[in-house]
Every structure is written in structure tokens, then in C-alpha cells.
């Protein structure tokens, strides 16, 4: 281009930038040259990912240029990750839902219908009035993964009927929750900023999702000179910057939280007097860790013996400023919830409880509740039948893969109905052709969402949510070592036609005779909410700031009184569980040798990028850039065995399905295991960047079903793949 | 008293960078940057075997030299010096014929060949002059960017530089560049 053209365009664009105030945004001009630009700064509360920083979104003229971190959180430690900067591409995407759509070819066929919201509304309610006459209301599935509006759409199922709520913890952590409740009767946070020695099993903090324990780790790695032990199959940037990586045997991190319960038991490295003032259950486990020597766990794990006993004794040294950090992650093995008791039994015995550096009991700040009409509790039992089958596990989040076995098998009842808020079960539950099989036997299936997610490609009607950049949310209070209540507010006007989930939830609520129970806004929302914070106008606080947190800073040892009584059982720490035992489950952490893959075969390992929420972002086009392939790490001992070479297409077959991807021949990866990145290969032909075969292969496809057997949650590591080359 | 001259400069800590990307998708939100081009990178090395490696990470973009060749190769003066030392392009005095990106020691410019200038981190002097940090600075999780006046003994870059070991890339270039990296 020559400079006369170059004129020419910047001329025009001048031009462009007087006549029509609307498209006054010149991709070149630097905003405060331009004259009349009306800059505004909405704090408001990112959801690129569930961890709900406070950002600031620049906005000029009605375009939201730039987002922000808000420094007033002590959450979000004043930053905002890859994927919250890449927000505005949600907002600004070409592809993303723009108005409700109607499906008029088959289903995964990609024909769609544009049609009005009373249109949308109608249908679906009159197919949701269908299946509820035909089977009754608790033949609908209502799927939700947490975010602010969740509360309004689970609310709806059981004020529909349904018991089947069906949330995203078995996903998750749900094992890590239930393993650290049923010892100390609360989920605690770990004071990773105080911490001076910190031992991970596989959770790759520094990368997996950007969230303020990434901060703390880092801080305390580098500044703070913390000690910083990482486990992991794979070589991660949490590996990378850890003092000690050990790429440990897959699924023997039990063999080594045991071996260093041995250690710190037998050589008296335990805290006597916390012990034996806030637990139970000390005797029994000191008989029961006695085989498990660290010359024992050597065999298990690979790692050897004089490491774990130095490693035990550094952290009972360290103590209480050490802590085994518990997750998060989705299970990864049938017996995942034990693992977590046995990190959660090793920290209860070094007193690192209600410590500055150990585990800290979440603060909370209580908020108001809006009085509505209450509904009256579905009548049918659960589908995935949590009391028989988890009676430990949470019930209100459901057991999300036996829910789909049981749906699969018809029992104990006809389900037909899926509603889904935001969540993407084709891609977040294993053996993706079981949930295919599930979605052809719904009668059907509505979707909200803010994108063609491959679930809303396969929808009867897809209702398109607002953006967070666009929408009112409920304010949230998220707990913590420091809670904060936030805000999320619009930083602009929906640029389509969508809605907030509430008003979603009550045009559907209208047409299902249901409105009595959603009588309100969600500005009366969260006056009730808001209205007892210690703070003058607090919603008006919140509008300015985005955010409020107690000005006193983090405490320590509110529960460490001789009167405290933990919300277990015994009212104490239960090192031995006579829970578990009670229902036939074992009281204390029991390991068994796993099954290796057999000769030509690899165990198949998760794993996260620090610019993709799981499925969520891999179509976002500023984060695709970062990597807009999956391949298979493999070993080149491993791959030379098989005659692969980087770059090369294989075929990657499990028991579920089979992909092809190329192949990444690399060190960073054990030779008995391979890994692939989730969210591509995706169906869903609006996730152009994403989709097909181009951008790689679908790990949902592949991987088997198997379930943690305590909590439900889904074990995602139990699948052996064979590799060979296309 | 007269008063003291500033001098922009960015400390790197990379045993911080957890290349999580943030740096580089603020400032394509900051800077308008197409997807086709960047303004700052992330310099990724692994060495070694199993279980022995190491993986080096390590953010970098114009180092805004005190010499810069760029500077002196423009035919036009488009490419221009702040008193306050950051390097910037005058978009209207661009001809593109990118002699500076050829003088450039760094590679830390870029054509744009839907405008027909040459573009490069110019350390977000919008956000500097309103008081801000770069943007790619304010964003990082883990801090890993430290920018402020190196001729400010009390600022947070000269405190490091006094009391930590450093070294700047291609020094034998005599650019004297201003990205400080900690070792």
C-alpha cells in the first residue's frame, strides 16, 4: 500500500467518524483524539469462567472497548486472565445467538428457524406441557452449571415438578467437596499466600483455570520463597515452576499422601495437642497407615522412598504453613474420593486447620433472601436415585453420568425432557455417543445459552441469554479467605435480541401456569439481597464499585476453641469415618494397585489450558489463535515403539469411540500415557474455529464412563486408548 | 527546580510468566490489533529429558531502546522518540517502506497491510499519559511486567534494578535497549 492510498483511508475514515456517531469506533484512531467520545468505566463482574472476577469495562460511545481488573477486588488480586480479555469477543462475535431460533431439519442438522420470543416461549412450553401430562413432571432433566442466574432456571424445574436438577459438581470436584466435608464438615479454602509449603497432586493451579490461587502460587513460589511439591503425569507450567516435579505412576498419589501419613506417624511428626483436642479416629489411623512405608509407596508411585520421607518430614516441619492442596479438577478414578479424604486426613494431622498458611474454613458474608411463593417439593424420587446409590453425596446437584445411564435404561421412570442452562453435557460428559442416544430419546430439549454450544446444536429451541456485558445478574457473595459480595451490571444494551435469564425463565414460567412463584425483578431481587450489608446504600455501593468485602482482612482461628463443634458427625475432625462405615464404605483411605494399560495401549489424561474455559472458549477467536488444534502428546519412546512422528494423524481408539488428531511428539508427557486438550472437534457448526476435523478431535468421544464411587463424580482418567497411525 | 527527566522501562521477571496469554489478548483489546498480527510474544523454549526439564517462558515487545535504529533509519520521522523515552510511530507520517522494521534488532514491528503502516507496542502511552499502566503490565496474573521511571530512584523498576541481576537482549547492538529482564 502506497501512502496516497493510506491518505485515502484515513480521510474516509474521519469522514466516517463525523457523519454517523453510532460507528464512530475507527479501528486506528486512538480513542481520546476523537473528539465528542462519550467514555464511560462500568464496574461489573466477568464469566468467562467461574471464577468471577471484578473487572472494568471500558465503554465509548456504546462499544465496549476494553476490559479492565477492578484493583478494589481482593478476589480477582487486580487481574484479568487471557479468556476475561477475550470477553468482548463474546459480545462481538458474528456467530454467536442473536435472537430465539426454532429447529426446522433434524436434529445436529444445523436448520434453524429466527423466531419471536412469544414464538419460542409457546413451543417450548407446550412440548414441556406435553411430556409432563404423558409422563408426569419429573420425566424432565434440568441441567445448570454454576453462574449467577442458576438459581432462576433450577427454580423453575422444581416448580415444574422435576426433582432432576441436575448440576455440575459431579463434573467437578465433587469428590474433593464430599471427601472434605464428611472430615471436617466444610469445603476450606487453602491460604496458598501464606503458605510456605505447598504439595499439588495433578491440579496444575498455574494453568488450568486463572483464578487467585494461581496468583497466591505463583507470589509464593517466587517472592515468598515457598516450597512448592507438584505431581503430575504431565509436564504443566505448574510442573515447570514447581521446586519438585515427579511424574508420578498415574493414579498412585494415594500410595504417597499414605506413605507420608506413614512417615509423619511414625516418627511423632504430627501435631499431638491438635490432634487429640479437634479429632477422632487417631488411633485406628496410625494402625492403618502402618504397611504403607514410603519403601511401599515407592513401588506404587515411582517416586523413591528417601524423597517421600524427606518430603514428609519438610512438611511436618513446615506445619502449619504447609498444606496438600485438595483441587480442584474432576475426579479422576473410581476411587478419587479417597485419595482426597487421605490429602484432607494428612492436613487435619499436621494442624494446619483455621491456620494463616494452612486451610481455612470460608468466610461468608450473609445476605438477604427475597421472600417468594414457595412451590411445593416435587413428588418422584430422582433419576439417578442419589439415595440409593451416592447416599453421601449432595443430592441437589444429582450424579450427572449415572442420571444418563439410568435415563439410557428407562429406569425408574421415562425421562423426555432436557432443559440445559448454559452447561454443554455433549462435550462435559464422557463417551459423547451415550449422550447422543440420550438426546434422540428426549421428546424435547430446550437450550439457553449465549453461543451455538454442540448441546444447543442439537436442541428443538435454542432461547439466546444476554451477555454478562449486557445483563442484570442477581449480586453474588462468593466465599473465601477474604469473601466479597459483586455486581454484575450491563456495560451496554443488548446489541440483539436476548434476555436475561430471569425474564427467559418467566416467559416460560407464564405459559406453564407457573408466574405466581417469579413475581419479581431482579432489581427487588437484589434489594433483598443487598439490604443488610454493613455498608450506606449498598446497592448503590455495589453499582459504583462492582464489589464489597469486609475491611478487616482474612482471620484465622475463629474454630480453633475447645467449644467448637465441627459440622461432622462426632463434631470433631474424623480422621476415621464411621460414616463411611456406616454405609458400607471404607472409614479409612484403602489403596488399591491399578490396573496399568495393557502392552500397545495408553492411559488417556485431561488437562486444561490457561486460555480455554473447558469447552467453553475454544471458538473464541482471540484464544483459538493461542492454539487452534488439539493434538496427542505422546512420548517419543512411545511414539518411535509405534512408528509416529510429530505432526503425523493418528487414530486414537478407546473402548467409547475413536478420534484422529496429530500427534505431538513431546517429553513432557510419561511414556505410559497420552494427553489431548478438550473442546474441539466440535459439532456444532457455529463454533467454526472449533468444529470438525480441522481443529482436531473430540475428547468427550473417547472417553469412558466410570464414576467416583463415593461422590458420583465422573472419573475421567480410567480410559486405556490404542494409537496407531492414519 | 528543574524538573527531572523521565525514562519509561519495562522489568521482566519471566520465572513469573505462566503463559497464560493474558498479556497478549489485552493488548489486542487495548491496541485494535487484527489477529493476524501481534504486538507482544512470548519468547518458549523446553530442554532436557524426562523427568528433566525445563520450560522457559518469556514475554517480549518493542524495548523501546535509548538509541533506537528504528528512529534513526525513517525516512519520514514517523517513527519518533518521546521525551519520556517510549518509541512511537506517527501513523500520518508512515510511507510503510519499513526500513525500520529491518533496523529493528528485536523484530518487534510489524506491517499492516490493510493500513499501510508500520505498527509496534508503543507501551499504551494513552493509558501512560492518563496515569495507567501498559496495559499487557495492569493485566498479568502473576506480575510478571513491572514498568515504571528508571530515573526515579523510588520507583518500583529502579528499586529491582539496584537490587536484583538483570541483563537486556542484544546489547552488541547498540540500540541500548529498555526491557530489563531479572535473572
Sequence with gaps: MNRRRFLGFAVTGVAGATLASSVSYLPWSSPEKTAGVQRKEIPTTCEMCVNKCSIIAVVENGKVLKLNPNPESPRSRGMVCARGNAGLQQVYDPARLKRPLLRTGARGEGKWKAVSWDEAWDFAASKLSEVKQKHGPQASIWSSTESFAETFFKSLGLAFGSPNVERHPTLCLASVNLAYSLTFG????????????????????????????????????????????????????????????????????????????????????????????????????????????????????????????RIAREFSDAAPRA?????????????????????AILNAIVGNWDRQGGMVPNAKITLGELMFLPWDDPQAPRVDDMDKNFPLAAKGDGAYLKMRENILAGVPYPVK???????????????????????EQMDFIGVIDVQMSDTAWYADVVFPESTYLERHDPIEMLAGIQPVVVMRQPAI??????????????????????????????????????????????????????????????????????????????????????????????????????SQPPPGK???????????????????????????????????????????????????????????????????????????????????????????????????????TAWDTVSGGGAFHETFVKVTKV | MAERKKRYA????????????????????????????????????????????????????????AQPACVRVCPTGASYQRADGIVAINDRECVGCRYCMIACPFDARFFREDRGVVEKCDLCKARVDRGEMPACVETCPSKVRVFGDINDPESNVAQLLTTRQFRVKKSEAGTAPQIYYLL
Design chain 1, 186 to 309: 466444610t469445603v476450606p479454602s487453602f491460604d496458598l499466600a501464606n503458605a510456605k509449603y505447598i504439595i499439588m497432586s495433578g491440579a496444575n493451579r498455574l494453568e488450568s483455570f486463572i483464578m487467585p490461587d494461581t496468583v497466591d502460587l505463583i507470589g509464593s513460589t517466587t517472592d515468598r520463597k515457598a516450597r512448592l511439591i507438584y505431581l503430575d503425569p504431565r509436564f504443566t507450567v505448574t510442573a515447570s515452576k514447581a521446586d519438585e516435579w515427579y511424574a508420578l505412576r498415574p493414579h498412585s498419589d494415594l500410595a504417597f499422601i499414605l506413605a507420608l501419613i506413614n512417615v509423619i506417624v511414625t516418627e511423632n511428626r504430627y501435631d499431638k495437642q491438635f490432634v487429640s483436642a479437634y479429632t477422632v479416629g487417631m488411633d485406628q489411623l496410625a494402625e492403618h497407615v502402618k504397611p504403607f512405608t514410603p519403601e511401599w509407596a515407592e513401588v506404587e508411585t515411582e517416586i523413591p522412598a528417601r524423597d517421600i520421607r
Design chain 1, 323 to 343: 498444606v496438600y492442596y485438595a483441587g480442584r479438577r474432576s475426579s479422576w478414578y473410581r476411587d478419587d474420593f479417597h485419595m482426597r479424604r487421605a490429602q
Design chain 1, 417 to 439: 425432557a432436557w432443559m440445559v442452562h448454559k452447561q454443554d453435557p455433549m462435550n462435559a460428559l464422557p463417551e459423547q455417543s451415550k449422550t447422543l442416544r440420550m438426546i
Design chain 1, 493 to 594: 444494551a443488548p446489541l440483539h435480541d436476548t434476555k436475561p435469564t430471569l425474564e427467559i425463565v418467566q416467559g416460560l414460567a407464564k405459559r406453564l401456569g407457573l408466574s405466581q412463584y417469579f413475581d419479581y425483578t431482579v432489581e427487588q431481587w437484589n434489594e433483598a439481597q443487598a439490604k443488610d450489608l454493613p455498608i450506606d446504600a449498598p446497592l448503590d455501593y455495589l453499582r459504583k464499585h462492582g464489589v464489597w468485602s469486609p475491611p478487616d482482612g482474612p482471620k484465622y482461628g475463629a474454630t480453633l476453641t475447645p467449644d467448637h463443634r465441627f459440622g461432622t458427625e462426632s463434631g470433631k475432625i474424623e480422621l476415621y469415618s464411621a460414616r463411611l462405615k456406616q454405609f458400607g464404605y471404607d472409614p479409612l483411605p484403602v489403596y488399591t494397585t491399578p
Design chain 1, 602 to 704: 495408553f492411559r488417556l489424561i485431561l488437562g486444561r489450558k490457561a486460555f480455554f474455559t473447558q469447552a467453553n472458549t475454544t471458538n473464541n477467536a482471540w484464544l483459538n489463535t493461542f492454539q487452534p488444534e488439539n493434538r496427542l502428546w505422546i512420548h517419543p519412546k512411545a511414539a518411535s515403539g509405534i512408528g509416529i512422528r510429530d505432526g503425523d494423524l493418528v487414530q486414537v481408539t478407546s473402548a467409547a469411540g475413536s478420534i484422529r488428531v496429530k500427534a505431538r511428539v513431546s517429553e513432557e508427557i510419561r511414556p505410559d500415557c497420552v494427553f489431548t486438550l478438550h473442546g474441539y472437534g466440535k459439532k456444532s457448526q457455529w463454533q467454526r474455529l472449533a468444529a470438525g476435523e480441522k481443529s482436531g478431535g473430540c475428547d468427550a468421544e473417547i472417553i469412558e
Design chain 2, 10 to 65: 519495562l522489568v521482566i521477571d519471566s520465572r513469573k510468566c505462566i503463559a497464560c496469554r493474558a498479556c497478549a489478548v489485552a493488548c489486542r483489546a487495548e491496541n485494535q490489533v487484527p489477529l493476524a498480527y501481534t504486538r507482544n510474544w512470548l519468547n518458549q523454549e523446553l530442554r532436557g529429558e524426562l523427568p528433566h526439564l525445563l520450560a522457559i517462558s518469556e514475554p517480549e515487545q518493542c524495548h523501546h531502546c
